[in-house]
């Protein structure tokens, strides 16, 4: 995450002692940056409209009853107006999520009450045209439980967005109607983790064989679902919007619609290096970006999936 862009202030505040409750308030202030963005392994680049200059946005990691005090920074100098749409939220559509213009912020609180993995995205008109122009972005809130036998502590995670990618000028009507897609993005990139199917690509994720990888998953198309599937292996656990009470084991194949989270588990046998390939099993997707490479090995990156590293760029 780069500090000089992106405000991302994590501040413990301790409120109403009389209550006998500890409440974290959790500074986010995010700036809207319009700019050309390289959208494939090749350096291909693309007009595109961001939370914080990158695709996905800031990932946003917060523990359940924490309370977000958010501020969204219309950057002077962008061309649309823009608006912030927490999915972890609950407020007022018209009120927390009205689009401020260029030149202007906004600022307003919620409290995460629900667990999970959630996107936020822009809700600006067109909405069809600022999500697939790439704002959007991922909220986590982890359960105030911690860990529990439901929901183990992984040895590693990793965020994965799927997009869309539409061909440079389409207009808003079309994008709605899903005409001029060209593309899938992981991460903002086309095959972006990937060196099988596209040689540009220097990136993989990683683990070390009988780890136990999570993935929180997030649907950021605006029309499609996912069908979501670990090649050459099953998902030991899925969590339904990744809240550890909505469980389910030994999954192949997990539907995710647009504007949704899930949070899956994957453990790779522990007796040899394997590799896997995460796919929207929807082949028009798959064969047009929408595949990541996991590979388990001993030599895995010891930083890849760990220490906050869950989007690697
Ligand atoms: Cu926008």
């Known amino acids: 995450m780069r500090a000089n862009t992106i405000a991302l202030i994590m501040a413990a505040t301790t409120l109403l002692p009389s209550a006998a409750v500890i409440a974290r308030t959790v500074q986010v202030e995010i700036p809207v940056i319009e700019k050309n963005l390289e959208v494939d392994n090749a350096g291909k680049q693309q007009k595109m409209w961001t939370f914080g200059g990158e695709i996905p946005g800031p990932l946003v990691r917060v523990t359940q009853g924490d309370v977000i005090n958010f501020t969204l920074v219309n950057q002077k100098g962008n061309k649309q107006s823009h608006s ?6 609950r407020v007022d559509v018209l009120d927390e999520f009205a689009a401020v213009k260029p030149g202007k912020s906004k600022n307003f609180q ?3 009450d629900y667990p999970g993995v959630f996107i936020y995205h822009c809700g600006a008109e067109a909405m069809s045209e ?3 122009r790439g704002m959007y972005g991922v909220i986590i ?20 967005v799927q997009g869309d990618l539409f061909k440079d000028g389409t207009k808003p009507n079309d994008i709605t109607k899903n005409i001029g897609k060209v593309a899938n993005l992981i991460n903002g990139k086309v095959f972006h983790y990937d060196p099988v199917h596209d040689s540009n690509a220097s990136l993989a994720l990683e683990s070390k064989p009988g780890e136990r990888v ?6 950021a198309q605006i029309n499609d679902s996912v069908a979501f599937h670990p090649i050459a292996g099953i998902w030991d656990r899925v ?7 909505n469980v389910s084991y030994g999954i192949q194949t997990y539907d995710v619609p647009p504007a949704h989270g899930v949070t899956f588990d994957l453990i790779s046998p522990a007796d040899r290096p394997t590799n896997n390939a995460l796919v929207d099993h929807q082949m028009k997707n798959a064969l047009t970006g929408a595949i990541t490479v996991l590979m388990n090995h001993d030599e895995a990156d010891p930083e890849l999936g760990r220490n906050g590293n869950l989007i690697p760029r």
């Not at 912030?84 to 939220?89: G, I, K, S, V």
């Not at 809130?141 to 994965?160: A, C, L, T």
């Not at 969590?239 to 009470?245: E, I, L, Q, V």
């Open 84 to 89: 912030m749409d927490f999915h972890a939220a």
């Open 110 to 112: 919620f409290s995460a």
């Open 130 to 132: 600022h999500i697939a």
């Open 141 to 160: 809130v982890d359960p105030k439980e911690g860990y529990s036998e439901d929901y183990p502590k992984p040895d590693r995670e990793y965020v994965i």
């Open 214 to 219: 999570r993935i929180f998953f997030v649907n």
């Open 239 to 245: 969590w339904d919007n990744g809240n550890p009470k």
